[in-house]
């Protein structure tokens, strides 16, 4: 009996994902005029933006990690001093450039979520979201998952320099590489995390790390579907990323790209992006619901059990 019921639970563990999947392309179905909206005004200037931050600073990147590789390889600590000098006035560079792009994404990304979640909210409740009540959610709500995504910045920041920290302390290559393997799925589990934390700061009246704890909480029973499913979205990202390294290696410069490139590829790979960031603020919500109905059955199996055992006194 015990065995049986193991492998119910990872059957269902391993089809709850698509569950996940299946119900959130329902409510999109329901919702598309709206969905659509967001991805054509508010996700694909996103995209574009980001599209072009990654296009004006590809080469720009390649020069820095190729002046680092040198500055470790010169024969004398002088020419590394050089080396490394150029490396960081280049890289001083490129954070300008990014700051310069860093608030027109970060507010159309916060409308982009506050949105979509609002949609999804609404429709997995049996209503019908418009635009005007999107737009008043983006006004109302924008406050919270602002402070959310600061914390989200935050902890995604000390975890990378907490990998590159021991990363640099370990020195035996297959130990290195199990201490990769080991962060790559560290990672995909905390962005679950914070992904459900982001949702939790928009649909609830909490923000910040009370927001995180709670969305990590909610995942209790559910948390390697949370891990599949974050690791599906960060994926397909991944993808999409990997196709535009790929379409700009080379000596050709981003200017060449762009008219090599075409329209089309162009707008092909900036939309499918877009809709990707969508996609997965939807996928996170209805996942957020889910891990809030078993939370309400568990709940209510608990108050039933202590309502037996205080009769049976």
């Not at 995942?219 to 993808?239: D, I, K, P, Q, T």
């Not at 008219?259 to 809709?275: E, L, P, Q, T």
């Amino acid at each position: 009996m015990c065995g049986g019921a193991k492998v119910r639970g990872l059957f269902w563990c391993c089809i709850f994902p698509l569950k996940i999947v299946f119900d959130s392309l329902k409510i999109f179905l329901r919702t598309k005029r709206l969905f659509f909206f967001i991805f054509f005004f508010v996700s694909v200037p996103l995209s574009f933006l980001i599209f072009s931050v990654f296009l004006s600073t590809c080469h720009l990147r390649y020069k820095i990690y190729h002046l680092e590789a040198v500055a470790l390889l010169a024969p004398t600590r002088f020419e590394a001093r050089h080396v490394w000098t150029e490396s960081r006035e280049d890289a001083i560079y490129l954070l300008r450039i990014k700051a310069l792009f860093s608030v027109p994404c970060f507010l159309l990304s916060l409308v982009t979520a506050v949105a979509s979640v609002h949609a999804t909210v609404l429709s997995y409740n049996g209503k019908v979201p418009t635009l005007q009540s999107a737009t008043a959610a983006v006004k109302q709500n924008w406050k919270r998952p602002s402070v959310t995504t600061i914390f989200i910045y935050a902890i995604l920041l000390a975890f990378a320099l907490l990998q590159r920290i021991l990363a640099a302390l370990t020195p035996w290559p297959q130990l290195r590489f199990i201490l990769l393997a080991i962060g790559s799925g560290v990672d995909v589990y905390l962005m679950a995390v914070l992904s459900l934390g982001l949702v939790v700061s928009i649909a609830e009246e909490r923000f910040g790390w009370e927001a995180i704890k709670v969305g990590s909480g909610l995942m209790a029973g559910r948390r390697f579907c949370g891990w599949v499913l974050s690791g599906l979205l960060l994926l397909v990202s991944g993808l999409i990323r990997g196709k535009m390294e790929e379409l700009v290696e080379g000596p050709i410069s981003s200017s060449e790209f762009l008219s090599s490139m075409g329209a089309a590829g162009k707008m092909g790979i900036m939309c499918v992006y877009g809709a990707a960031v969508v996609w997965s603020y939807l996928v996170t919500t209805v996942f957020y619901f889910e891990c809030k109905r078993r939370h309400g059955i568990r709940e209510l199996e608990h108050e039933e059990d202590d309502e037996t055992g205080i009769s049976m006194l």
